[in-house]
């Protein structure tokens, strides 16, 4: 195939993650070695999105947070077909093979966040202060802070504290 038609490809499926590391102002986790398995390379990042993307459930409706998850995985994805890479935290990279670690692990926290959420709406009666919808969500993402939920996210991180144990800054105590 013409790498032209896989540069475009590249282009259009991750202009928002490119736009979102710039934002972030981190490195992009598209490497691609030149040669023969620059191609080859570019279809892994490829699938691994549209994989990603379809197993997201209703995350795939938190963009941002899409880049995120994204943007681990396609480290680790790195890591496991070139090994002795450098992980983003500086160590040797390592791998292990989790079943279901996809689901698991990284949708399903985030969706049941999501889902804790949606009950407090108490059927779109609440005062939107008092719960978090979608973009509040997605939100967290467009910030540095996002990257201390570390990879795998961290469950005690601020990102997955149920709203209501987060105490409002302006009520005294």
């Known amino acids: 195939m013409d790498s032209n038609t896989f540069q475009k490809l590249m282009d259009k499926i991750f202009k928002n993650y490119q736009s979102w590391c710039k934002y972030l102002h981190c490195t992009p986790n598209l490497e691609c070695p030149w040669g023969d398995r620059r191609q080859q390379s570019q279809l892994l990042y490829i699938a691994l999105y549209l994989l990603i993307w379809g197993e997201a459930s209703n995350i795939r409706f938190m963009p941002e947070c899409l880049c995120y998850i994204f943007h681990h995985m396609a480290n680790e994805m790195y890591g496991t077909l070139f090994g002795n890479v ?5 160590g040797t990279y390592q791998t292990e093979p989790r079943e279901e670690s996809f ?21 779109g009666k609440a005062s939107h202060s008092a719960w978090r919808n979608y973009d509040d969500l997605n939100e967290y993402f467009w910030n540095e802070k996002c990257f201390k939920l570390g990879w795998p996210m961290d469950r005690k991180a601020d990102f997955f504290v149920h709203s209501d ?7 005294c105590i």
Not at 103 to 123: C, F, G, H, W
């Open 86 to 90: 450098q992980h983003v935290t500086g």
């Open 103 to 123: 689901l698991k692990d990284v949708v399903t926290p985030i969706y049941e966040v999501m889902q804790k959420e949606a009950r407090r709406n108490k059927s």
């Open 165 to 171: 144990v987060i105490k409002p800054a302006n009520k």
